[in-house]
């Protein structure tokens, strides 16, 4: 059980180099084939189908937004040709209002999605929309990446566990993470009180992933006043971990991705990479 094609799409070399470098490195960890997009965005006002808009305008915006991509896929080939992986670059040109269909596409044929950190001070305002894009829209498994050192096979993992949906289908989505892993914590913080497992929290999921061959233990908290973000991200820290796994939540608002507020916030505070499912 692996992932055998990894994706990441770019519209700036430098500000998204520390996602190319993640992705690069679980590639190699992989055995896999690496994926990138090269995003050129057109920022212009112009709608291409509004009616009696100007066809010079209108040319000009794409050969422009062409030439971006263009030119990240040059920084991109540049530093990948010194690497030993299986890779392929392409230049895909959108609006932002249509960024998430030419990502998405392409997205819901990997395994595995990485991408920047979308709320850094260098972050762009596409940063956002490529992330949901490919988790929603693409339904792909997405890790998001802040701008730290590259992790390929990460040793330590915390498990966000609230009993959803978007937590189990991240936690299987990451079992090749989990089963290569040494440690891995069940986070549970604040748990019902009239919950179906109230008397062992967390019990059924360490025993599914016990009989996948994955070391890991169980730690009920309390929020003890912070936010559920904030306290999951001190267990990051508490334990020295280096990944964090968890369901990524959001809700439909005029047929756009909008990640919601817990997701958010985690993001924010991100230190270690983020594997999320939705």
């Not at 929290?201 to 936010?227: K, T």
């Not at 267990?235 to 439909?252: C, N, P």
Request: hydrophobic share 45%.
């Amino acid at each position: 059980m692996s992932f055998k094609t990894i994706f990441t799409a770019m519209t700036s070399f430098d500000a998204q180099e520390a996602a190319l470098a993640q992705a690069a490195a679980m590639t190699e960890a992989q055995d896999a084939h690496l994926d990138v997009m090269c995003l050129g965005m057109d920022r212009s006002r112009s709608n291409y189908y509004e009616v009696g808009a100007n066809a010079f305008i209108v040319q000009t915006a794409l050969e422009e937004a062409h030439k971006k991509g263009a030119k990240v896929r040059k920084e991109v080939d540049a530093w990948l040709e010194t690497s030993k992986l299986r890779w392929n670059t392409a230049i895909a040109v959108a609006t932002l209002a249509d960024a998430g269909r030419p990502l998405s596409q392409t997205a819901r044929f990997a395994d595995l999605c990485v991408v920047s950190l979308p709320y850094r001070d260098t972050s762009s305002s596409e940063e956002s929309l490529i992330l949901e894009a490919m988790m929603f829209d693409a339904a792909c498994p997405t890790l998001v990446m802040p701008d730290v050192d590259p992790v390929a096979v990460p040793s330590r993992i915390v498990i966000g566990w609230n009993e959803s949906a978007e937590a189990l289908r991240a936690i299987r989505s990451a079992m090749p993470f989990l089963i290569a892993a040494t440690e891995v914590h069940i986070a549970i913080i604040d748990p019902p009180e009239h919950a179906a497992d109230r008397s062992d929290p967390g019990g059924a999921l360490a025993v599914m992933l016990s009989r996948h061959g994955v070391n890991c233990d169980i730690q009920v908290m309390s929020r003890s006043g912070a936010r559920v973000s904030e306290r999951l991200q001190r267990h990051v820290t508490e334990t020295d971990s280096d990944m964090l796994v968890m369901g990524g939540y959001g809700h439909s608002r005029f047929r756009e991705a909008i990640l919601g507020g817990a997701t958010r916030e985690m993001l924010e505070h991100a230190k270690v990479p983020v594997f999320m499912a939705h």
